[in-house]
């Protein structure tokens, strides 16, 4: 503007005044406008940055603040956290030390019950072997004193199932002896020895009702027939003086029946004695007798007489002995057994070391 000025200035000399044109005055007004405009929204701009920023700052200062004081309270919470977790860490070391203790109690009482059970299951091995002991003792005496092979075997069969619940594997041995002990007994005594004792013990109680021989049918049955003549006729003469007879071996009749039927109840027990004893020559020899007996001094055409000389002879015919079952291996293994077997020791005491609190 001082150019514009200085140029519009007048001048002196030859040099005529310029006119303006009337447009770029206006131009230069409008730009000034602008210009002043312009300024005026920068300095609006600029105070209002700064109020925003002064209020900023304010809000910054007022959160550092608030932040600052947050920060003061989690300082303090956390110091007071520090003194729990102290106190926890020290109620925790006392739990520790407790739980250590309780351990070892817990592993003191495992002990006891292993020691317990240990002596439980000895003793119920003791209360089993004692009954073992018992039925194998008892079966071998039934057998041997009354030779009751039936009470015998159901001795041996109760002692091989108590056997079989020890659980000690040492008397496995014991188990399988007295399994063979009664397995022999088992063979010893067949259905076929049974139905004979069954069959004497019938002929016993039959002897009674039998009818005897009468003593014509018996004279006539032990002497030959022969043709009268001379000698005939002076034995017959001389029968009423001296009479001589011979019995080849067969028994006379007896003139009183209770006697017969007694003889032969005597020689049917006899049987059944020696076959209960598993004497078979004893046995074979009373039933010979019997059957002599029966024929020499019972009716032969009776029915119940020849019933029972068929039973005789029948039971002469399939009786088989077999030798005597030996018993007692199975309990003398079973005494020698438990008399090696060391005692149980008794149970440690448990320890009560640490089970105290802190």
Do not use: C
Request: proline share 5%; no cysteine.
């Amino acid at each position: 503007m001082t150019d514009d000025i200085e140029d519009t200035a007048p001048r002196s000399g030859t040099h005529k005044p310029r006119k303006r044109p009337p447009g770029l005055a206006a131009l230069a007004i409008l730009m000034a406008l602008v210009a002043l405009a312009v300024a005026a929204w920068s300095v609006w701009r600029l105070q209002r940055f700064t109020h925003d920023e002064v209020a900023a700052r304010q809000h910054d200062a007022t959160t550092i603040a608030a932040l600052q004081s947050q920060l003061a309270a989690g300082d303090e919470q956390a110091r007071a956290g520090d003194h729990r977790i102290g106190k926890l860490e020290s109620g925790f070391d006392d739990l520790r030390a407790s739980t250590q203790g309780l351990d070892r109690r817990i592993a003191n009482l495992e002990t006891a019950y292993t020691n317990l059970s240990g002596q439980q299951q000895s003793a119920q091995d003791t209360v089993l072997l004692n009954d073992a002991d018992m039925l194998l003792r008892t079966g071998a005496q039934r057998y041997d004193l009354f030779h009751d092979a039936s009470g015998a075997l159901k001795a041996y069969s109760q002692a091989v199932e108590v056997l079989a619940q020890v659980q000690n594997p040492a008397y496995a041995p014991v188990r399988a002896s007295a399994a063979t002990e009664r397995d022999a007994l088992a063979a010893a005594a067949p259905p076929s020895r049974q139905g004979a004792l069954d069959t004497l013990s019938a002929l016993r109680g039959k002897v009674a009702s039998l009818p005897l021989a009468s003593a014509e049918a018996s004279t006539s049955a032990s002497t030959p027939s022969r043709k009268p003549g001379f000698w005939s006729r002076v034995g017959d003469a001389f029968s009423g003086i001296v009479k001589v007879s011979h019995d080849n071996g067969n028994a006379a009749p007896l003139d009183d029946a209770h006697f017969a039927r007694q003889t032969l109840v005597l020689d049917l027990a006899q049987a059944q004695e020696a076959l209960l004893a598993f004497d078979d020559v004893t046995y074979r020899a009373a039933l010979q007798r019997a059957d002599a007996a029966l024929a020499a001094q019972f009716d032969g055409n009776d029915a119940g007489v020849k019933e029972a000389n068929a039973q005789i002879a029948n039971l002469l015919a399939q009786h088989d002995g077999g030798p005597a079952p030996k018993l007692g291996g199975a309990l003398a293994q079973l005494q020698s057994l438990r008399a090696s077997q060391p005692a149980a020791p008794a149970p440690a005491p448990a320890s009560t070391a640490g089970s105290g609190r802190r």
